[in-house]
């Protein structure tokens, strides 16, 4: 079907069929005010800040669901509409409790950013009273929601039913209308998608701020800081930097600013993981038990299914995630090197997640002798840019540096933050494990892309692998019904909570489009390609370390490249 054409405040466009006016004009770099607005969910009208005025027929519509007619003419910044549009926002205000000077998310409030640049009087209607306590969800330190800062939007409830388990829905608590959850029944998965499109910051990660700073300040703590593949190619976005770059130097930097002692990288801890992972793989398909196996570095993942498809437990690979496994590693073997005591150790991980918040304290994954735990706080990819920005940081001011001595990685480490970059990585050293040799070609672009779901079927040696990779968790139940049709579907499949893996994790800065979360994507293919090793395999570090366990008990061993998993079903 033909596009249709438009205008906008005397500009001609044209969008898709079933377009919105708001959708086509902000592809077309055009801003319209918009806070209820997510382009992938339904539109919900609630805000009304989008409004525009058809130069016809002078009637005001919602430019968020207005589906556009052929050569309509429309405008968003007459008197009429800005006078409308400034009401609104002050009465959305007005239903948010004041407290931005301590608000830790501030920086990502779009509800402020509108406000701010339309010189708005925020005092003009009074703000909503205390309207009840800060609630964790599921009680844990990852993902909070203040009732007092929620504006009745419910995108948060359109992206949870989207992308996880519908854990979240509208309830009435006497005349007002608040968000409600199903804890107690069933989980949340902590994804954070929630937290990603709330427009108030009333959904938030728990804050690590303020832990970290502590231990920054501690004289005794030796404090080592590690980023995660997917943040390095969005930092710059909390300076409205493209989305095309990567900065993987000026993080470094960036990190320096902060004042860590030692800057390595969950990159390294990947590599373990895919060692340890290939490894598993190639023994369960010589045994031929337990598959198809799947991937574990998803915490939020893992979490849906210990809740929801326990029955899944025994096929989940038994590997660390990355930054657990670096984290290890730390507190053990560098420690034991360096002569220092784990007890003086503070590790801190900057991730695209608010899941790992709950990883972290997994007790499972402490080590020697249960006294540490792995990783002591994970700070959100926008927790460090607010960082940055209060200590005055200036992106184009960063001049690129690099890490201390524990960083070094593959090409397959940096694409773990992409959806199939697990797979992928694995598949690499799988092959090399159970062939002694490389891939023909190591780019496997069969399972690569912003699909919910991808398949491929890959040839190791003599062997022809059958491969899956599922982005967000509501893409499960079809994966599933394809495995109780024939069990032998797949003999290994990759899941990530977030659509197009890490890049578009919860602990992100906030987008519009998911063709955002493409350029993240690709970015990390690029360190990929740039690498002169792109095999976790070839990574003498990890090789390295991974001798270093060989010489350890079995017992200690153990602890150190795996984990378990449990049935924790509370659905009725």
């Known amino acids: 079907m033909k596009n249709i054409p438009f205008s906008l405040n005397g500009k001609k466009l044209s969008a898709k069929p079933e377009e919105s006016v708001l959708h086509a004009a902000l592809k077309a770099g055009m801003k319209i005010p918009h806070v209820c607005f997510g382009a992938e969910l339904k539109p919900t009208e609630s805000c009304r800040t989008c409004i525009v005025e058809d130069e016809e027929t002078g009637r005001t519509y919602t430019s968020c669901a207005l589906i556009p007619k052929e050569g309509m003419k429309l405008r968003s910044d007459t008197e009429k509409i800005e006078k409308a549009r400034k009401t609104n926002l002050e009465l959305l205000f007005g239903g948010h409790r004041d407290q931005c000077h ?52 419910n995108k948060c409830i359109e992206a949870c039913r989207k992308c996880s388990v519908a854990y979240l829905f509208e309830k009435s608590i006497g005349k007002d209308v608040t968000i409600g959850n199903h804890g107690g029944k069933m989980a949340c998965t902590l994804c954070g998608k929630c937290t990603i499109v709330c427009p108030t910051r009333a959904i938030r990660p728990h804050n690590s701020i303020a832990a970290v ?12 800081v590690q980023p995660a593949p997917a943040i390095r190619g969005t930092l710059g976005e ?6 095309d770059k990567t900065w993987t130097g000026k993080m470094y930097a960036a990190l320096r600013c902060i004042g860590f002692d030692k800057i390595f990288d969950v990159n390294f801890g990947a590599d373990i993981t895919t060692m340890v992972e290939a490894k598993e793989l190639g023994e369960r398909l010589e045994k031929k038990e337990a598959l198809p196996m799947f991937t574990s570095c998803c915490p939020s993942w893992v979490r849906y299914v210990e809740h929801f498809q326990p029955q899944l437990v025994p096929n989940l690979t038994t590997a660390r995630s990355p930054h657990i496994h670096s984290g290890s ?33 997994r ?17 959100t990819t926008r927790e460090f840019i607010t960082m940055l920005r209060d200590r005055n940081v200036e992106w184009d001011d960063l001049k690129e540096e690099k890490p201390d001595e524990l960083a070094e990685y593959s090409g397959a480490g940096a694409i773990y933050g992409s959806s199939g970059g697990v797979m992928e990585s694995a598949l690499r050293s799988a092959a090399w494990f159970l062939t002694g040799k490389n891939l023909p070609k190591l780019e496997l672009t069969e399972v690569r892309g912003m699909e919910g779901i991808k398949s491929a079927e890959v040839k190791v040696g003599d062997r022809t692998l059958k491969v899956g990779v599922i982005a967000t968790v509501h893409n499960i139940p079809q994966v599933l019904s394809i495995l109780k049709k024939d069990p032998e579907a797949f003999h290994y499949i990759e899941v990530m909570a977030c659509p197009g893996g890490c890049v578009g994790g919860g602990g992100q800065p906030s987008y519009d489009f998911i063709t955002q979360v493409d350029k993240r994507r690709k970015n990390l293919y690029t360190i ?45």
């Not at 209607?125 to 990852?142: C, S």
């Not at 700073?213 to 080592?224: D, Q, T």
């Not at 801190?348 to 972290?360: D, G, H, N, Q, R």
């Not at 740039?530 to 153990?558: F, G, M």
Request: hydrophobic share 35%; proline share 4%.
């Open 102 to 153: 301590d608000c830790n998310e501030g920086r990502w409030c779009e509800i402020a950013h509108q406000c701010e640049a339309l010189g708005l009087d925020l005092k003009k209607y009074a703000p909503r009273e205390n309207k009840g306590l800060i609630e964790r969800f599921d009680g844990v330190e990852a993902i909070e929601f203040d009732p007092s800062s929620c504006i009745n939007c």
């Open 213 to 224: 700073e502590a231990a920054l300040k501690n004289p005794k703590k030796i404090v080592i």
């Open 238 to 243: 909390g300076w409205n930097k493209e989305y």
């Open 329 to 361: 590693a730390y507190k053990t073997w560098w420690a034991e090197q360096e002569n220092i005591n784990p007890d003086d150790i503070f590790v801190v991980s900057v991730l695209p997640c608010t899941a790992k918040k709950y990883e972290i304290r």
């Open 363 to 379: 007790k499972e994954l402490m080590v020697n002798d249960g006294k540490h735990y792995p990783v002591d706080e994970a700070l």
């Open 528 to 572: 990929d390609d740039h690498k002169s090793i792109r095999c976790a395999h070839e990574n003498t570090q990890v090789a390295e370390y991974l001798s270093w366990c060989d010489t350890q008990k079995p017992a200690v061993k153990k602890s150190l490249l795996e984990t378990r998993f449990f049935n924790r079903k509370t659905t009725h």
